[in-house]
């Protein structure tokens, strides 16, 4: 038994009603095969709804990538990962998979200028975003300067838990701010706040070695890695510089 014309133009209200596009867009050709294979009903609701999911998953992924502000081609799927060592393409595979957020550890990523680490500590934000997770990307000294905005606004606590609702927060060229008292005491506050509650991402050409310049008080920089270091997972990327070799490549073909 078919639709009238008047039944079928209120079913399209519906479910634009319910926000149901691939419902409205595939329910007749669907029907089509439907009766030309002999599906049943539930078959039949079992195809669209699986396309509306595939529809909704896929728009998600593009929404989450748009608020987490990752450099868009910074992926795994542009990244040289065989140019690293054994050990390192191993860990990216395990830490793609995203079982390190759930368990709110870290990532801590250390090399000279131009050896990927951002690169490769994106790409992994990129896989989790695709997974449903919530990632936030921005350079230390910008997050910097948004904390501190946020405390003399006082909103800081705000922040903060508008920050924890990500499940990942990577933070690029840590220890590239001014390094006065009042940046310190806020990048510390965050750490601080997000310890054992979320992941952080960090990239850095300092060592811990040479964290006592970022934090300056002793004190305060041993608190401060041993939050970090408590739960993580750290990436030493002695590699030649990606830049240096793009660039000799270059020189070749001049």
């Not at 089509?32 to 999911?53: F, P, T, W």
């Not at 948004?146 to 990577?170: G, H, S």
Request: charged letters at 30%.
């Amino acid at each position: 038994m078919h639709m009238n014309k008047q039944q079928h133009k209120q079913l399209i209200e519906l479910l634009r009603e319910l926000h149901l596009p691939m419902f409205r867009e595939y329910h007749q050709e669907f029907a089509q095969k439907a009766m030309s294979d002999e599906l049943g009903y539930e078959e039949y609701l079992y195809e669209l709804a699986q396309r509306e999911c595939e529809l909704r998953r896929a728009n998600k992924i593009v929404r989450l990538i748009k608020m987490s502000k990752l450099p868009l081609e910074k992926t795994l799927e542009t990244f040289e990962l065989d140019r690293m060592p054994l050990k390192i393409r191993r860990q990216v595979k395990v830490l793609s998979a995203g079982s390190f957020a759930d368990r709110n550890e870290n990532i801590l990523a250390f090399g000279k200028p131009g050896s990927g680490k951002t690169h490769l500590l994106c790409g992994i934000c990129h896989e989790l975003a695709r997974q449903g997770r919530n990632v936030y990307f921005a350079t230390c000294d910008l997050i910097v300067q948004e904390l501190l905005r946020a405390k003399r606004d006082l909103v800081l606590d705000k922040l903060l838990k508008r920050l924890a609702r990500y499940d990942v927060l990577m933070i690029d060229d840590f220890g590239y701010v001014k390094q006065n008292r009042e940046e310190m005491e806020v990048l510390f506050t965050l750490l601080a706040h997000r310890y054992e509650r979320g992941s952080v991402l960090i990239t850095s050409n300092l060592p811990f070695s040479k964290w006592e310049m970022i934090f300056k008080d002793p004190m305060t920089t041993a608190a401060a890695i041993d939050r970090l270091v408590h739960h993580s997972v750290i990436l030493e990327l002695n590699v030649p510089s990606y830049r240096a070799e793009a660039a000799k490549r270059r020189k070749k073909l001049d």
